[in-house]
Structures are given as structure tokens and as C-alpha cells.
């Protein structure tokens, strides 16, 4: 199976949530920044297949990733885009399950992306710098 691409959501004001949390967790709690971002190569790698305990579906096209690091649950909200490009949309900490408003939130982007793709989608780099 080739790798799926995988693209961060952006904000209309050029904020790119996912990466921006990721980047506050790095300087956090290196582990937990390392494990999340394994998660999102697995999904890069496995796409529609992913299942438990790394992913699962939420509802209305909102799946999440999961991470656990210690006693902390880790999630970040995707959806995919088309048949297989994934589209990463808010990350979450110390949840055990994804409040409804995140989920709403996640499914909103997902509409804003498939509205302008362009506008909507950032691409990330590895060595841009997650180490």
C-alpha cells in the first residue's frame, strides 16, 4: 500500500492548530511529542487500516489517533480527504474520551477544507523539525 499523504488543517488566519499544539508539546514533554508523532507515521503509513488501539472513528467522518504516554491520553482528530489523504484536525491532552465539541469542531474543518484545498491544507516536512 503506498504511504498516505498526510496534510495539517490551517486556519484562515494561517494557524496551523495540530502543529502549533505539537510544538507546545515538544517543549513540554519530549516523549509524549515523539509518541504522538509515531502515531502519525503509522497513519501516514497504514491510512484507511489503522485501527485500535491507534485509531478509531468518532462520528460524521472524524477518526482520532491515539497516543498514551504515561497516565496522559494523547488524540488527535483527522478525517480523511478524498481516497487517501488524511487531514489532521485538533490535538487533545488528559481526555478519556473527545468531548462532542472538539468532534463538531474537527468535522467543520474538514468542510472548510474540501471547500479550498489550497487555503486549507499545510504540508509538513519531517525534517522540518520533529527530530
Not at 514533554?29 to 472513528?57: T, W
Not at 480527504?81 to 473527545?98: F, I, M, P, R
Request: glycine letters at 10%; hydrophobic letters at 35%; a positive charge.
Amino acid at each position: 500500500m503506498p504511504a498516505t499523504k498526510v496534510f495539517f488543517y490551517q486556519d484562515d488566519d494561517g494557524g496551523v492548530p495540530v502543529l502549533d499544539w505539537l510544538r507546545v508539546l515538544r517543549g513540554r514533554n519530549e516523549r509524549a511529542f515523539r509518541k504522538c508523532f509515531a502515531v502519525i507515521r503509522l497513519l501516514q503509513h497504514s491510512g484507511y487500516e489503522l485501527r485500535r488501539p491507534h485509531a478509531d472513528m468518532l462520528r460524521d467522518g472524524v477518526y482520532e489517533l491515539r497516543a498514551k504516554v504515561g497516565n496522559v491520553n494523547y488524540r488527535i482528530l483527522y478525517g480523511f480527504v478524498g481516497k487517501d489523504v488524511a487531514l489532521l484536525a485538533s490535538g487533545l491532552t488528559k481526555e478519556k474520551t473527545v468531548p462532542s465539541q472538539e468532534i463538531d469542531r474537527a468535522a467543520a474543518r474538514i468542510e472548510k477544507y474540501l471547500a479550498n484545498p489550497e487555503a486549507h491544507g499545510f504540508s509538513y516536512k519531517e525534517e522540518d523539525g520533529d527530530g
